[in-house]
């Protein structure tokens, strides 16, 4: 009787240590690092920098934009999963532009929410 006791209260734990969250995989990536990683423009509309010019987004909310041997350092943040905002100083001010992001693995465009018409499109580099 008391083997059987302790199988009945032993099987539910048993299967709640199966079911773990750290054997659990995440159903789809977080914007936060799906854009990790350098990406080249492929289309530029108003937009800072011109087609195959890149970005490079770092962990920890830092970005470097490069357009031939030019460098432009800044930070970002996701403001919600599609809305990033770009920061960048020049001299005592802080510069800070929003854009709408639409981010899948290898693609990344980016809409200015303040300035119309300001868009600009990203392939991620391998």
Request: contains cysteine; charged residues 35%.
């Amino acid at each position: 009787m008391r083997v059987l006791m302790s199988v009945v209260v032993s099987a539910p734990l048993l299967g709640l240590t199966a079911c773990s969250s750290k054997d659990a995989k995440p159903t789809d990536d977080k914007p936060q690092d799906l854009i990790v990683g350098v990406w080249e423009m492929t289309e530029s509309k108003q937009f800072f920098g011109e087609k195959g010019s890149t970005i490079e987004f770092k962990k920890g909310g830092e970005f470097v934009h490069t357009e031939q041997k030019d460098e432009m350092k800044g930070k970002y943040k996701f403001v919600e999963d599609d809305v990033i905002q770009l920061m960048i100083k020049e001299g005592n001010q802080e510069l800070r532009s929003t854009f709408k992001a639409k981010l899948t693995k290898d693609d990344l465009e980016l809409k200015d929410m303040q300035v119309d018409g300001r868009e600009a499109k990203f392939k991620k580099k391998k």
